[in-house]
């Protein structure tokens, strides 16, 4: 969009969303833009499994080594320090979905999964949202994640990038524009609108109040 933005949509106001790890350079130059930029708060979810089930000791981490599953696995280290001592990371990674299911069958009980991307297993086959169900189906420990399409296949829930939302809050965006509000007087959302989200049948499985 921005490299033939002059040649096919000259003067046209640009509303983006979904856009993952962003910074201002991204677009230096650029007129007549805004937008909300979407992101993942792994904080927030970790937080969430503290406060659900604070018997916590282990969390075993699923994410694949995707560009995106690589910056997210980077944030998560950055994290880490400040739970040393009370809680330890597990990461379950470079593996087939079933090697997968087969280690979620051997968590200890004083343990949670965390989903991160998993988008593609080490045999290169591609993973949907509604695969974690085979994952989930064999886990001995609620499992928790990142993003809204996740909800339903499986996972407790936690702090959630919701799809709807992001498409939601640039539909208000572009409404603004349409009656007359100039594109660079709306500031660009630099916090992706997250929400808590849970799965009640999961809740019921764990015995999650």
């Excluded at 969430?48 to 080594?65: E, S, Y």
């Excluded at 320090?81 to 200890?108: H, T, W």
């Excluded at 997250?194 to 999650?208: L, T, V």
Aim: one cysteine or more.
């Amino acid at each position: 969009m921005l490299k033939y933005r002059n040649a096919l949509f000259p003067g046209v106001p640009v509303v983006f969303c979904g856009v993952n790890n962003y910074h201002d350079t991204v677009v230096d130059g650029q007129k007549n833009i805004t937008g909300v930029v979407e992101g993942v708060d792994v904080a927030a979810t970790i937080e969430t499994i503290l406060k659900i089930q604070p018997a916590t000791r282990q969390i075993n981490v699923i994410n694949d080594t995707t560009e995106t599953g690589l910056a997210i696995k980077q944030s998560l280290l950055e994290l880490s320090g400040r739970y040393a001592g009370q809680i330890s990371f597990n990461f379950l990674e470079g593996l087939d979905i079933k090697e997968v299911q087969e280690e979620v069958q051997k968590l200890p009980d004083n343990s949670v999964v965390l989903l991160l991307p998993f988008n593609r297993d080490k045999s290169g086959n591609v993973i949907s949202c509604q695969d974690y169900r085979f994952i989930a189906d064999k886990s001995k420990v609620p499992i928790y994640g990142c993003w809204d399409c996740d909800l339903g296949n499986g996972i407790v829930g936690g702090m959630l990038s919701s799809g709807y939302t992001q498409g939601e809050t640039a539909a208000n965006m572009a409404g603004r524009i349409l009656r007359g509000e100039n594109a660079d007087h709306i500031p660009i959302i630099k916090i992706s609108p997250n929400r808590y989200m849970f799965d009640y049948n999961q809740m019921k499985r764990f015995n999650i109040e």
